[in-house]
């Protein structure tokens, strides 16, 4: 059995349970992903299989890829990921995985790239507190004094400073699964997951 399934974060709302509480969930839409390619432990040295999702124009497909889809002979996709499975003669190209695969499961594992932040100080990418408000301080937002003295006359690796923020792949474990619409492929998750609006997660069974 295929335990993952990739789709497309839609935004967050709040439904209400039977008695009555709120719960903040992720809407998740997860079309149908299609089996591309299946790869064996003869052929490719392990068990995996290759899901395309996500509608293109043929037009807008290289002719690598446009060869690669000819030669499975399965229609062009938009995305293709990679799933590792115990036994890849149990699939076959042209099968698809659905949401009606997670009716039935508690809690998932759901991965995404972070939100971009660009360049950002510590204080917005570590936490640091930072000095005294005051207008007779000069260290607001600095942070601090990062070397040593003689010994060892250098800065140590991995000292945290202002850089990158963001754009990080994250997964965010054992969520709970609170609704599987399949007539809609929806998968509402309880909480937040990695990325903004459009951004393209994976669910994992947990």
Request: net charge positive.
């Amino acid at each position: 059995m295929i335990n993952a399934i990739y789709g497309t974060k839609l935004g967050m709302t709040q439904i209400f349970s039977e008695d009555d509480q709120v719960i903040p969930v992720t809407v998740i839409q997860a079309e149908p992903n299609t089996i591309c390619q299946v790869k064996t432990e003869e052929t490719d040295g392990y068990n995996a299989v290759q899901l395309g999702f996500g509608a293109v124009k043929e037009d807008k497909v290289n002719k690598p890829m446009t060869g690669h889809f000819a030669k499975q002979g399965v229609a062009p996709v938009k995305h293709l990921r990679e799933v590792r499975v115990e036994d890849a003669s149990e699939h076959a190209v042209g099968d698809t995985v659905t949401v009606a695969n997670f009716a039935e499961v508690a809690k998932v594992d759901v991965t995404g790239t972070s939100k971009g932040k660009g360049f950002a100080g510590v204080m917005k990418r570590y936490n640091f507190g930072g000095g005294p408000g005051g207008h007779g301080a000069h260290f607001h937002r600095a942070p601090g004094s990062v070397g040593q003295c003689a010994t060892p006359s250098r800065v140590f690796k991995g000292l945290r400073l202002p850089g990158h923020m963001g754009v990080d792949t994250v997964t965010i474990r054992n969520l709970d699964v609170v609704r599987v619409d399949e007539e809609m492929n929806l998968i509402l998750v309880k909480g937040a997951v990695p990325g903004g609006k459009n951004a393209t997660v994976r669910i994992r069974m947990a």
